[in-house]
């Protein structure tokens, strides 16, 4: 009976150890995951909610990263966020990213999600019903000293033989921006057209008004957009963790596509003050600058050097910085961080 005793007691110590030692490897990923610290564009918004799935369903620690979100005042923010080390990573947009390395920034893209730009005007109707080009003539724009969007419009308008200094700018920050719009005290604002729903909303509230997107990229405007960057000594020292976190954004925003109310209620928890339904017309919009038939074959995410090289070359022609420090294709770009396998939509 002592033997049996003993026998049981030796068998639960062995279980004990096992559990403990069978646990270990889990602590020990726990313990080993790389903090990373992402900026956002702007503030949280129903647009990143394929990051917030991306955190929330465990992609990230999947890759052994541990992710946190930071705002931004802009994309032009967002790189000063990601080169002082504010932010390791950043959703950077790539006409703001050539200006910055033309100023000496040291980002790359190294993914490019919004392969369609979303630049635009909103104005209203009634009002100064911005429909086309020559609409920009004698029109004050509400923007910001971060927006390249001004920059945008002019050189537009030079492309069609219009005078852009008759464009005028108004600073206005950006959370004022729609409460100006809809009570006439500016009769046109710029902004990334997901900003859509919200305003729409507001205007019919505030005056029973339709919004006008005047959306660059259908009159003339082949830019890429935003993507995920960071400077070229994190790249280098951190192949790995870059790659991981690409992967699972792209996976975020390959979820986010096929599930958009469920991506609502999960960037909801995390920022209370959002609203389910503008969340969801938000990626809509996101879904349309992202899936082009080029990315439904190459993955989202994806870039080509020809067409990366064409936005340097519009830019350097546009961006108001001198010719010689125009920065080379190669020097706003990074290859060799995208999946393997692309993350189709």
Known sequence: MKRLGAAIGCAALLALFGAAFASAPAMAQERALKKVTFSLDIIVLGRHAPLYVALDKGYYKEEGL??????AKGTAAAIQNVDSGIAQIGFVDVASLVVARANGSAVKVVSVIYQKAPYCLFSLDPGANVTKISDLEGLKVGSNAGSFIPSIAKALMRKNGLDPNKL????????ARIAMLVTDKIPAIDFFNISRPALVRAAKEAKNAQVKTFLFADHGLDLYS???????????????????????????YQYTFKHFEEAAEIIQKYSKALKNDITVEELKIVEELTVTPEVKINGIGSFTPARMKSSVEWMAENGGFPQDKTPKPEDVYAAGFMPDKPVLP
């Open 66 to 71: 541990d992710v946190n979100f930071v705002p």
């Open 168 to 175: 005028s700018v108004e600073s206005i920050e950006p959370a």
């Open 226 to 252: 935003n993507g995920i960057g960071a400077t070229e000594t994190y790249l280098k020292e951190n192949p790995d963790v870059v790659k991981g976190f690409v992967r699972a954004t792209l996976r975020g």
